[in-house]
């Protein structure tokens, strides 16, 4: 049995590049290996993701692009992480910066692909010592951006800079439009998963931005109602949905290849049970597991929809209505890590050997869901104080 055949069929502008993402699925396997040990996608991973049109997910159509909404790059995500959590991560960073870049301007635009709509971007927006000096016509930005996935793919970065006030009286939150063949790469990306992803450090150092590539941060954040383009009105918060798609498609191979080994009939260790399915116990883990991957895309389902609704409609999205999408998605991740955890025990303790792809999955899956934007706590505090009517801040991000 494969439990995916019960997933719904991609729909709409989806569904050629599921297809697409499923073709490239033997060649991202294959390759994994390799983006593991090397820290960073391979070239041929990046090349075939290029070809493949996964870099202009959030290109906008004036530009070529597909400027995909997010309930249909929901499926395209997923499908990626079924093969290679890593590269689907690292589309999905680039669509929500492309997302981000798309909202400065018509000239901003045309820097960035005014040569084609094919263009990875990767985005951080706290970086480490970052100045911004106004010099004639623009800024000199400096400083360093850790957790840039994707940067070593990315032809245009999206980067926090400190932006100072007109009075003098300090510096609020600024984001500028980079390209990143002046800035460098420094290695420091060594961790326990997603490690091919290789989100490294960006370093500028005095590197000139005109002023049509810089925004504020609180311009960035707000809906953006100048425009008659719906998925650059929503604020970067709302399209926190997108994030846990990769580890999605990890939950639904750690599913495929724990039924896999229990259908090919591997025994149950210590007990009289002649194969793990004849176990209760095990069915009994094994149905809890598919209804919490269910129940997290069920949530993340819900919520894209909820966003692509918002950005379509002339009334801004409430408060609550932001902050249940966050809680979605916090909760989401929370059942896919839920989820998996049951299928080890399952599968055991032959899983965990370094050759085991299933340990990949898990290795990616547990670390992505670190991310500040897939975290639950945070997500009921805001969810919670919403539920009361209290509109205090807790994130600008919401």
Known sequence: MDPLKNTPPAAGPARPLVEAARALAPLLRREADAA?????????????????????LGTPRRQGGLELPVTACLDVLAELGLACPSSAWVVTLSYGAQQIAASFGDQARCDLWGEGPDVPVCGVFSGAGATAEPVGGGLLVSGRWPWASGCHQAEWGVLGVPLARADGSGADPGIVLVRTGPLTIERTWDMAGMRGTGSDTLVADGVFVPYHRVRSFSDVVARDE???EALYRVPPGSMTPTLPAPLLGAARAVLRMTLESVEGGKPMAMSL????????????ALADAATLIDSASLHLTRSAEAVDAAAASPNAPTL???ARVRMDVGHASTCLRQAVQLLLTVGGASGFSRTAAV???WRDLETAARHPALNP????EM???ALVGDERPVSPMV
Not at 46 to 56: E, I, K, N, Q, T
Not at 273 to 284: K, N
Request: hydrophobic residues 30%; aromatic residues 6%; without cysteine.
């Open 320 to 322: 609550l209505d932001r």
């Open 377 to 380: 706590g945070l997500a009921r």
């Open 383 to 385: 969810y919670g104080r």
């Open 226 to 228: 100048r425009g008659d």
């Open 273 to 284: 049970h002649r194969r793990l399915a004849d176990s209760p116990s095990v069915q009994a």
């Open 36 to 56: 593991e040990r090397d820290s960073r996608l391979t070239p041929e991973t990046a090349r075939s993701l290029l070809a493949a049109g996964m870099f202009r």
């Open 359 to 361: 340990q990949r999955y």
